[in-house]
């Protein structure tokens, strides 16, 4: 079995970032956002149970039938009771489809997982090691508001849905600073990676 790698941190940290730079390493990098967006987009019992619990209002306007994820997130974001709802059918979903991908990575070392909710799900048994991806509350904004666009008021509700960067810290083996250049999180991403190979 490879090391498994879980990458979390909170909304705009640099999990991409981070995933990509491991990915340049030769590190199979499985990215849970993407497996999200196939389950909700595709004809799955997860898309079919999210669209039961919340509404046809959330399907997209074209012919796809996706799950329009900007809608659902309005929803999902201002009220605790509808995210938590949410998680309870895709987290179990996006669990099994990652387990199922890394059975195929028998032969590699080290595989990634990037998973933004990996503390709030509960899953950090799933994982070898846990790196955490941080960034000082001023980028994060900076980058939620320019990449998403987003008001203030919706900035501070997507980071208070998730837990504080300290304790996700505190929780993990490695922790990334992300605040800086890309050049000084890719040192940080060697340097970690290396310590895991063991050599």
Do not use: C
């Not at 497996?35 to 898309?47: I, K, M, N, S």
């Amino acid at each position: 079995m490879p090391k498994i790698i879980g990458v979390t941190g909170t909304i705009a940290s640099g999990k991409s970032t981070v995933g990509n730079l491991l990915a340049d390493l030769g590190v199979p990098v499985i990215d849970t956002d993407t497996l999200v967006h196939e389950l909700l987009t595709e004809d799955t019992p997860a898309r079919r149970a999210v669209i039961t619990r919340f509404g046809p209002a959330i399907v997209s306007d074209d012919a796809s039938g996706a799950v329009d994820r900007a809608r659902l997130g309005k929803i999902v974001f201002a009220d605790d009771r509808a995210r938590k709802d949410l998680e309870s059918i895709v987290h179990p979903a996006v669990i099994t489809e990652y387990r199922r991908r890394v059975n195929d990575l028998l032969g590699h070392s080290v595989v990634a997982i990037l998973v933004p909710l990996l503390f709030e799900a509960g899953v950090e048994g799933e994982f070898d090691e846990v790196w955490t991806v941080i960034a000082n509350e001023e980028v994060l904004r900076s980058r939620l508001q320019s990449r998403d666009r987003l008001s203030d008021k919706e900035v501070d509700k997507r980071l208070t849905a998730q837990l504080p960067q300290s304790e996700k810290a505190s929780r993990s083996m490695r922790t990334i600073d992300n605040s800086g250049s890309v050049e000084n999180t890719r040192e940080q991403v060697q340097l970690y990676l290396k310590l895991t190979r063991g050599n």
